[in-house]
């Protein structure tokens, strides 16, 4: 039985990388399953705009410009929702700075339709090695390495890779999971990981190569406190 899969690019200052992903998605086989693409930026100050405007739009083709900047979490619930109220089955998120590889989706979708799987991500840190060539900052490779165990510790759990961002649903899940009161900041995946394990949801992991430019991000050490503070509640709550 084919299933419904929307694949939702989420876009902030993304420019050029997203015709990128556009052409990579465009080469991916779909004829197993019905696709939906949902192009949703997030009230971007740079070219995205013009980058957007030359996509042809289409009944397979949805895009989003948001008047006010919704969060990265505010962002990814926004596409959820439209998912959900379409009534698609899965839906796949992608980064519109094309650091995460579109061309994972059929491997994410396949995982995803295996039995037991509710949410399928992208791992950097199964294979180590491919995170340090493909550009991991190494404050960021040390950090994953040890806020994932912190994670793995506290929520009894043995994920690789606790901070990617490269995800698969299967959109049943939010009748468990209230979106809504879900992060809209950064902190969205890994709140969203928290209320799964808590529900006893099974996450599965496949191993990802990823590609990192010269950006910094200041937001990493923000990123880390707001983790270890969803972690604390999340002990609290037991």
């Given at each position: 039985?084919?299933k419904?899969?929307?694949l939702?690019?989420v876009?902030?200052?993304?420019?050029?990388r997203?015709l990128n992903?556009?052409n990579?998605?465009?080469?991916?086989?779909?004829?197993n399953?019905?696709?939906k693409?949902?192009?949703?930026d997030?009230?971007?100050?740079?070219d995205?705009?013009e980058?957007?405007?030359?996509?042809k739009?289409?009944?397979?083709i949805?895009?989003l410009?948001?008047?006010?900047?919704l969060?990265?979490?505010?962002n990814?619930?926004?596409?959820?929702?439209?998912?959900?109220?379409?009534k698609?089955d899965h839906?796949?998120?992608?980064?519109?700075d094309?650091?995460?590889?579109?061309?994972?989706i059929p491997?994410?979708?396949n995982k995803l339709k295996?039995k037991n799987?509710?949410?399928?991500t992208?791992?950097?840190?199964?294979n180590?090695?491919?995170?340090?060539k493909?550009?991991?900052p190494i404050?960021?490779?040390?950090?994953?390495?040890?806020?994932t165990?912190?994670?793995?510790?506290?929520?009894?759990t043995?994920?690789?890779?606790?901070?990617?961002?490269l995800?698969?649903?299967?959109?049943?899940?939010?009748?468990?999971?209230?979106l809504?009161?879900?992060?809209?900041?950064?902190?969205?995946?890994n709140q969203l990981?928290?209320?799964?394990?808590n529900n006893?949801?099974?996450?599965?992991?496949?191993?990802i190569?990823?590609f990192?430019?010269t950006?910094?991000?200041?937001?990493?050490?923000?990123?880390?406190l707001?983790f270890?503070?969803?972690?604390?509640?999340?002990?609290f709550?037991?």
């Open positions: 039985m084919k419904k899969i929307l939702f690019i876009t902030y200052n993304s420019s050029f997203l992903i556009m990579k998605i465009k080469k991916i086989n779909k004829k399953d019905i696709y693409i949902l192009i949703s997030d009230c971007s100050t740079d995205t705009i980058y957007i405007k030359k996509i739009r289409s009944k397979k949805k895009i410009i948001n008047k006010r900047n969060g990265y979490g505010g990814i619930k926004q596409c959820l929702t439209y998912g959900i109220k379409n698609y839906a796949v998120m992608i980064h519109g094309d650091q995460y590889d579109a061309r994972y491997k994410l979708v295996s799987t509710d949410i399928v992208g791992s950097r840190m199964l180590k090695k491919t995170a340090m493909g550009g991991m404050y960021k490779f040390i950090g994953n390495i040890i806020l165990k912190i994670f793995n510790f506290i929520c009894s043995n994920f690789t890779d606790a901070h990617t961002g995800w698969a649903y299967n959109l049943s899940i939010f009748k468990l999971i209230n809504k009161k879900m992060d809209n900041g950064y902190n969205f995946d990981r928290i209320t799964a394990t006893n949801l099974k996450i599965k992991e496949i191993s190569n990823t990192y430019r950006e910094t991000s200041r937001w990493h050490v923000i990123y880390s707001n270890l503070k969803y972690l604390l509640i999340n002990i709550k037991k």
